[in-house]
């Protein structure tokens, strides 16, 4: 029986980070990839905006990684070398970027550490704890409704797959491995961009 995870092009598993903590650039991009269909589980098109931003942010990174792939193999490298060149367009892409799959990393970490609740109280947590700070009074109010709209939690799961004894052990891995690659980035960021 196969899951959302079984179907994604690259698992946040499967992304190469190296001894000194650098994160390989294209991986990386496929497995954010992946993870923005996750959003279309949840089925509402309240969470259009969420999707949105992850998918521009993961452009600008793209884009800088096309124009000068031999500074960008990695992350880090990308963002210093953009940096260096005076240009911050995929820098700000990335720090958004993060800050998106910090939420979804909190999320679904809440869910998974609390079974007896639902996503919209699990999600609505995650926001709280992770993406409020950084939107305004325009902001705030859209993705506290998409986080209202969640499914029910037994919906969701059903959603990712069939077997949930499988689903639960992918979870957990992937969900290990993208904290794991998010703490590393908002170290990195917190001293590359703090201008930002």
């Known amino acids: 029986m196969s899951t959302f995870f079984d179907e994604m092009k690259t698992s946040f598993e499967a992304v190469p980070v190296d001894s000194s903590n650098k994160i ?3 991986e990386f991009l496929e497995a954010s990839g992946s993870l923005v269909k996750l959003f279309d589980l949840l089925g509402n098109s309240a969470f259009t905006v969420v999707q949105k931003d992850l998918t521009g942010n993961i452009t600008k990174i793209r884009k800088r ?3 000068a792939p031999s500074e960008s193999s990695t992350l880090q ?3 210093t070398n953009e940096r260096g060149s005076g240009h911050k367009s995929a820098s700000e892409g990335l720090l958004w970027l993060t800050r998106g799959l910090q939420f979804t990393a909190q999320a679904l970490r809440e869910t998974v550490e609390h079974p007896d609740l639902e996503l919209t109280k699990t999600f609505t947590d995650a926001y709280n704890k992770t993406l409020t700070k950084y ?3 325009l902001i705030r109010p859209v993705f506290k409704l998409a986080m209202k709209a969640c499914p029910y ?3 969701f799961f059903a959603k990712l797959g069939a077997d949930q004894v499988k689903v639960n052990t992918q979870l957990k891995l992937w969900l290990e491995a993208l904290e794991h690659i998010v703490q590393i980035l908002l170290n990195f960021l917190a001293v590359a961009c703090k201008d930002l």
């Open 77 to 79: 490298d990308l963002v």
């Open 135 to 137: 939107h305004g009074m």
């Open 65 to 67: 990684y096309t124009t």
């Open 153 to 155: 939690r037994k919906d």
């Open 24 to 26: 390989a650039t294209c």
